[in-house]
């Protein structure tokens, strides 16, 4: 059974940083891809960020490009999401997932190519 736990989320102002943690077991994922995904209240879930487990590349939404971070610790398991120059519309309940069997070089970035997904993390930002 595939368990992802995300960790680090938090309350920080405008312009500070978090970094989220993603833990995944039950498998091996070295055919994997990791997504971070996000909600905001009112709002459909937004594709974030994606790395693929072993190789491949690193896919970015527009909107954190040059600020967010991700990046993976194969011996742990754990995919992070390092967050800069944090903004009050980054606000949202943050999601990682895994796509088992991800084929492509770069990760996707469509949820529903996703299998399971942790339980979400809270990222409040203030002004």
């Known amino acids: 059974q595939v368990q992802l736990v995300e960790s680090g989320g938090g309350l920080v102002q405008a312009g500070g940083s978090l970094r989220l943690s993603c833990a995944a077991s039950?498998?091996?994922?070295?055919?994997?891809?990791m997504g971070w995904f996000r909600q905001a209240p009112g709002k459909e879930r937004e594709f974030v960020a994606a790395i693929r487990w072993s190789g491949g590349g690193t896919a970015y939404a527009d909107s954190v490009k040059g600020r967010f971070t991700i990046s993976r610790d194969n011996a742990k398991n754990t995919v992070y999401l390092q967050m800069n120059s944090l903004k009050p519309e980054d606000t949202a309940v943050y999601y990682c997932?895994?796509?088992?069997?991800?084929?492509?070089?770069?990760?996707?970035?469509?949820?529903?190519?996703?299998?399971?997904w942790g339980q979400g993390t809270q990222v409040t930002v203030s002004s």
């Open positions: 997932a895994v796509d088992l069997y991800s084929g492509s070089y770069y990760p996707p970035r469509v949820s529903n190519e996703y299998d399971y």
């Open positions: 039950g498998r091996t994922f070295s055919s994997s891809a």
